[in-house]
Nanobody, 127 residues
Framework: VQLQASGGGLVQAGGSLRLSCAAS????????MGWFRQVPGTEREFVAA????????YYADSVKGRFIISRDNAKNTVYLRMNSLKPEDTALYYC?????????????????????WGQGTLVTVSS
């Protein structure tokens, strides 16, 4: 599976962005998908995840109520809609795919649980 993230950019605080992650390969719906973010010098941080069917979603507490993860399996694409952006949301955002079957939110959080990663797209939120 190859992942290509896009949609990052510069936005003012309070604004919105939508990130996309296009996947190549077969059986996209068999992969759980996650979004992570990373600020230089810090660890990669879990943002959100969605199950293969799209029926269940999980979020970090810091983005719950502001971000929405979704997927379109017909288009092999996962999205992250980011609303009410804050300067502390500034980071490089990565999408990731996992072929493992998970049963709880905690399974989706560690980056090591993911098998494939996109290249990252930069989100900068100005105050």
């Amino acid at each position: 599976v190859q992942l290509q993230a896009s949609g990052g950019g510069l936005v003012q605080a309070g604004g919105s962005l939508r990130l996309s992650c296009a996947a190549s390969g077969r059986s996209f719906s068999s992969y759980g998908m996650g979004w992570f973010r990373q600020v230089p010098g810090t660890e990669r941080e879990f943002v959100a995840a969605v199950t293969g069917s799209g029926g269940v979603t999980y979020y970090a507490d810091s983005v719950k109520g502001r971000f929405i993860i979704s997927r379109d399996n017909a288009k092999n694409t996962v999205y992250l809609r980011m609303n009410s952006l804050k300067p502390e949301d500034t980071a490089l955002y990565y999408c990731a795919a996992t072929g493992r079957r998970f049963y709880s939110r905690s399974d989706y959080v560690p980056p090591i649980q993911y098998d494939y990663w996109g290249q990252g797209t930069l989100v900068t939120v100005s105050s």
